[in-house]
Each structure stands twice: as C-alpha cells, then as structure tokens.
C-alpha cells in the first residue's frame, strides 16, 4: 500500500487496540512519512488495561490502569477527544462527525471500537441493581451500590464473571452467586472435568454456582429483589452483574453502511479492510475468519497489521491461536491448541488430582507424535512449554504423559525451552519470537528482564511469557556469553570451579599470590572472600593468617557475625546439640561477664549477642578453656548438625541419632564450602531433627541409615532427595565426604546445595552417578581430599587466642585501647538489644 | 581546604597491609587504609552513611578499574578512597583525607 505524505487518520475508539495501534504506528512510521492522527474516545480515560480490570478492587486505580496518559498523545502529536464518540461516518466526503459536533477529514479510518456487554433481553434487566462488568465507570457503580447490598449474582461463568463474583464477596457482600447457562464454567476455555475442579477450588473460596440455569425473569419493583429461573427455581439477591459474554460495536459501522456480520462484528478480510477498502476494523469489533477476537493478544496483532501497511510494509492478520493461561482468582486457568478434540481423533491423557486441585489434559495425535491441545487447571507451569510443543508441531517422547505428570525416573522430558525453532512466538502480545529475545541477549547485550522490556517489548503485555524469557535469557547466556556472566568479576576471568582447579594445581596459599598469578588489578569485595573461601577449602590453613584476614568477608574478617551497631555475636560449637550443665553455666558465665544478649538459635545451640569487637578473644579464651570451640556461624561453612534425642531416650528412636550426629559434626567442622552448611540426623523416621530440608540429612532406619541431600529452608524451601538407603555409618560418611567435595569442586559461589542441584545438568540422577556410582571414577579422589581436610583442622579461635599477634588486630581502634564510642543498646525483657538502625 | 593540621594517627605496623584500621583523632573515628599494592594510603571517615555504621575501617579494600574504593562490611556499600563518592549509590558519599606517612608513622591532616 502506498503512503502519502502527511496521511490523515482517523481511530474511532480509545480502547487498548485503538492505543495500541497509534504506538504501532508511531514506531514503525519511515523518514519522509508524516501522519496527522487524531483519535476519539467514548470514555472519560484515556485508554486503559482493561485486561486486568478487577484489580480496581483490589486497590489499584485509573492511573495504574493507564496504557499512557494524554500527556503521551500531545507528546506524540495526536490529537485526542475523549467523552466524544463518533456518531456518523461519510464515507463520500471521507470525514467523521463526533458526539460535540468536530468533524474530521481522514485518508484511513481506523475503527477500533471494540466490544459493550452483551445484555440478554430478560425480563426487568432494567431494574436497580442490575449492572455490567465492563468500564471503571461500570465499576465504580457497582463498588458503591454493593455498599448497601447483601446477596449478589453474576450471569456469565466465564472469566470476567467469575472475576466479578469474587469482587461482590470482596466488597463485602454476604453471598455472591453464579449463574451460567451452559453446563460448565468457561465454556469456551476448558471441558467439564475442568470445570468441575474449578467449581471446587472456586466453592471453597464462598462462592456459589449454580450451572444449566437459565435465567427468565429479573423480580422486584424498581430495584431487583431477585431471580426466576426457568426451571421453576429462584434466587434472593439484591444486586446483579451482568457478564453474559460480548457485543462488537458495530453499531456506527452499520449507520456507515459497512458490511457487518447479523450476529455483530464488522466484516472485514485479511488485510483488515472493512467492505470499504479506506476504512479497517480491529480489536473485538472486526470480525476476522469468520470469528470475534476476544483477547489482547491477536487485537494487539490486528493493531500491527494495519499499522505495518499504512507505512508502507507489508503484513496480514492470519488466523490466530486462543490459546490462553489466566489466574483466575488465585487458581491457574489454561488452554491451548484444541482444547476440545475427543477420540478417536486424538488421544486424550487425563490427570486429576481432587486433593490438591488439580486437573490435566492433554490431547495427542493419533500416532502420538504430536500435541493437538489440551487443558489446565489448578497448576499451569507447564503452560508455555505445552503451548510451544503443540503450535511448533514438536516430536513428543515417547511417554507423552510426562509433558504433564513430570518425568517419573529416566531423563526430563523434553529439552526444554532452548529446543524451540526460532520464530517460535514466545511473547504473544507484543509478537516477539525466540529468535528476537535470542539475538537481543545474545548480540546486544540485553541480558535481564527489564533490559528486554525496554528494547523488544517482550513481557510487557500480559507478562505471562516472562517464565519464559528468563529461561532463555540463561539459556542463551550459558550457549553463547558461556563464562561472560560466570566469571568472578573484573579481576578474574575464570569461573569459580576454574579458578580452584588453577589454585590447586599452582599450589597458591595467599590471596596475593592468586591475583598475582591469575588475575588483574587490586581485587575486591567480590573476589576477595571467594579466593579466601577456595583457599579454605583446598588447604584449610588459618584463616587470618599471612594476608588472608583483610580478604575476609565481614564475619570471617573476625570471627564472628557483625550485628546492627558494630558488635558482633559469639557461638560456641555445640556437636550434635548435646551440652553438659558445667558447659551450660559457662556460656552463662560469659555472657554475664561481658554482658551479653543470650539466644537459642535454630540449629540447636546457644547465640551470644552485642560483644565489642575488643572482648572477642577474651571472650574466646575463656569459652576454649572450657572445653568449647569455634562454632562457624559466620562461615560459609559447616553450621551445625542438629539431632533429634533418639534411641539412647526416644521410646521411637531405632538408632543412637545424637551419637551419629555429633560424629559427623566433628568430622566436618570448619569445613569452608561454597555456601553454608547444615545437617541433621533424626533417630526414626518421624523425623524430629528435620534432616530432610538440610543440605544433607540423615535419617534412622531399622537396618541402618538414609541419606538425604540437597534440602534447604530459608527463602527457597526444598526437600532433600534420597541419595542411599540403609546403609551403615562408615558407608553413610563415605558418601557424605564424596557429596561435599563434589559440591566444594563444583558450585558456583554463594550457591546453596539445593540451588547447585537444581542447575546441575541431569539433576539428581546424575548427582547419584558420580557420587555412589562412581560414573566419573573421581570418589578415591574425592575421599583423599576430604580427609586432607578433616586431618589439619585446628580450632582457629584456639589459634588466636594463642597468637599474639592475630591477637592484636581485635581493636576497635589502633590507636586507643578504649572501645567504640558509638554503639549503644536498648533494654528489652531484661536483656539487651541493639538501637535501632538511624 | 584550607589549612591542614596533620595528626599522628599511629605506626605503619597498626594498619594491615591491603586492609584498615580505625585511629580516634579529636573525638572523630578515621579510618585508614594500607593500600601496600599500589603503595598507597587513605583516609576516610569510619562511618558509612548508609547506615550510620562504625565500620569502613574494617571493609575489603580494592579497586574498580582504576578507582581504589573501600566496600562497607554491612551492606557492601562500596566508596571511592580518592573522591568518597560512593559508587553503588548516588546518594552516598564520605569524606576523604590526606594521609602522610614519615619515620613508620602515619599521619592524618583535618
């Protein structure tokens, strides 16, 4: 299509499309090319996200709603006229004329008029109280009528119905019923089984719904009292919300004698023409392939093909996939492809989990090669991966059933989203492909979501690809930046595991000598604690000694965790969580002496609150003279290896779970590893010492022990997974001495056991082979370095309190023996506390 | 800066090579820093703005690029030892002051 200079257009509609449009258009205009564009809006708003309308209730307000403000079309030059719709169209004369009476000329009109509630004509739908679930100015009538309100209805089950009576409960209404005429909620997105899991998830949130119910008659004088159905039953309410499904607004379209579809919808073809070739339909008012639109998705795509021809390209609006994933209300709603397809056209694989809310489907070819469709509810993770494989005609494995059910043993299924083709669509909205996300992480440099955002556009619409592109994002990083990212910083170009191998084999004791040798510059925050820690872990020499002290992180720079105020706290190792009374009135000694806030701490000891920096090594020297030792809590070390009581008193225990806990607490004490480290080992298997969320648990059978590794707590909860059962104590360390050094050899920095796993190629299965099969032929190594480790260890508190000269730099100041002036504390339950943070 | 009065802080040997300490000068808390691979020495206030901390003295030195800087144990805040400024917030900055060393002492001009 040609384009003249300046070209005069014309939107008839300031919806989301109709906005969207204009930022097209705007985007994609060529040098030479100069449109006057000027756009009518029947709302009082500018365009906004009508997607994610029910949020009003949820507190957000226009504003956040706004696609962009009008300050956005006078900085673009568009002329905009809101509270005005177009009321005529003279297609002879090619000119508009609005509600106020202003008449524009145009050389393309754009009608982007979108779509009203459709209102069936029941009887008394013109009652008080009866409202429709479409504009803000729609939901603010009902927020202040539902004030005065106590039972209220919404007809419609589908999305935005259901949204609406969770919003009436919201509002505070005492029930909120659904009423739907088809068999089933979301009758266009998901089949009964669906429905019937929705229903539950949906019933136990308080509403409720009420299917095949056709509604006759709306009661009540001026104002509804309530609903005849037409089965002889009816409903009290006093309030009603319409949502019965949508009407294209074609009715300007029709008065312009524009083809239009009897069932509404203006006609148009494949380029969006409407029956006069200077005028496109787009959005929810054109109907395309003989069907309405009624999603964001292929509006924002009928806005880009008309935007795309008016500046000279070439584009036209194909059929569009409806695939779709909501949250609706908390529960995860999705189909794709052909939801519907029964047998023997395909096959269908069904999974239903009543308890937990669940309901899968998944329609496969005939031949099982290929994924036709299928349905979600209640858990739609998988939601992106099905939609590629189905839309890409991908070739299934073997078991298809684990594109739903996971893979049970065996490998993943899958190869996950990097096997995609490149022009598979990964951000529908905004229309961007793999091969786009790809080209900007890996060529220009856009490695984060944000970055994205802003030059591709990706995840800006509905957000839900965003899963998607941060797994491309890595994906791309690991396959082409390789090491950009995974490099310790700007001194070092290695990677962790890298530069550790190159440590042991240059047999490097000092950080100087490691940047001398393997890096650049001075070093810093980032590289200085790492290169301590490998060092730690390779030689675990004191700590403090030669210049590894000032490349100490702020708790191993004095061992011991800095607090709020500048003091630091001081745990005593305690093995296992066993402790004899005299050691008990020690701590408690200490901690009156130095005047010291007392704390149990998770990992079953005892945590001693607010010491000045100049008390640590008297602190010390008493706490080993009882008899204690350095507990690491501020290490990325071995923490503590909590234990149930068992057998010795439990009348459950099956073994002596305190005795083997305090054995392989002192074999891996002082051990530095990646991140921390924590461990527990429970008597039975009720598992009281909760060794199963431990980087590696331990727990009691009849015929010896099971070990479990790779749990974490913390922010990211995970349970540990099996490695060995049953098997005895000296197998049991074997195992955890070979698991230890592949994870200290292995792991990114800062990583915890259960992250590494979770990024290890193979997962647990391999994790398995290497270290009780022995795939890689490394365990004797593995065991030798363990051992090396286990036989140097010194208490490095004891070696302070020895040492004169480490000795001398626990000092506030180097010049005054005095102690920090500024650190004050509070009382509080006859302890103290630190002030808080200014 | 007008006039500078050098203070006697303490001996090389009180500062850790390539790390800080802290000197109690006039009621203030300067810390110091041995930057011994590049030869050089810095002062700055021991407090780190972000929070009020008494603790830069004992933060990683190194550098960025060219920019010798000093990282604040509690939350990494990291400030340039030449300007002060602080290089991961614009909001924060702390002041700077010349060292001289002579005869294995260190001295402090405020």
Known sequence: MKAVSNTRIVVVGNGMVGYKFCEKLLSRKKDGQDFTITVFGEEPRAAYDRVHLSEFFAGKTADDLSMAGVEWYAENGIRLFLSDPVVDIDREEKLVRSHHGHIVYYDYLIMATGSGAFVPSIPGVEKDGVFVYRTIEDLELIQSYAKKARKGAVIGGGLLGLEAAKALLDLGLEEAHVVEFAPRLMPRQIDEAGSRMLQSQLESLGLQIHLSKSTQEIKGEDRIEGMQFADNSSLDVDMLVISAGIRPRDEVAKIAGLETHPRGGIVVNNQLQTSDPFIFAIGECALAHHMIYGLIAPGYEMADVVATMLTGGEKEFLPYDMSTKLKLIGTDVASFGDPFVEEPACRTIRYENKAKGIYKRINVSTDGKTLLGGILVGEAEQYNMLLQTCKNKTILPPDSEDLILGSRGGEEAGAGVMSLPDDALICSCEAVTKGMICHEVGENGHHTVDALKKCCKAGTGCGGCIPMVKDLIAGVMKEKGVYVRNVVCEHFDYSRQELLDLVKMNGLRTYGAVLDHHGKGDGCEVCKPLVASLLASLWNENILEKDRAVAQDSNDRYLANIQKGGTYSVVPRIPGGEITPEKLIVIGQVAQKYNLYTKITGGQRIDLFGAHLGDLPEIWEELINAGFESGHAYGKSLRTVKSCVGSTWCRFGVQDSVSFAIEVEDRYKGLRSPHKLKSAVSGCVRECAEAQSKDFGIIATEKGWNLFVCGNGGAKPQHAQLLASDVDKETCLRLIDRFLMFYIKTADPLTRTATWLNKMEGGMNYLKAVVVDDVLGIAEELERDMQNLIDVYKCEWREVVESPELRKRFTHFVNTPIKDPSITFADMREQKRATEWA | ?110
């Open chain 2, 1 to 110: 800066m007008n006039k500078v009065t050098w203070h006697m802080a303490c001996y090389v040997d009180d500062i850790p090579e390539d790390g800080g300490g802290c000197a109690f000068i006039g009621g203030k808390q300067i810390a110091i820093y041995n930057f011994a691979r590049r030869g050089e020495w810095y002062a700055t206030d021991n407090q780190c703005p972000h929070r009020q901390q008494m603790a830069l003295s004992r933060g990683m030195i190194g550098s960025h690029g060219e920019e010798p800087k000093v990282a604040c144990p509690f939350h990494k805040k990291t400030f340039s030892l030449q300007t002060g400024q602080c290089l991961n917030d614009d909001e924060y900055r702390i002041n700077t002051f010349p060292v001289m060393v002579k005869e294995n002492r260190v001295y402090i001009g405020l």
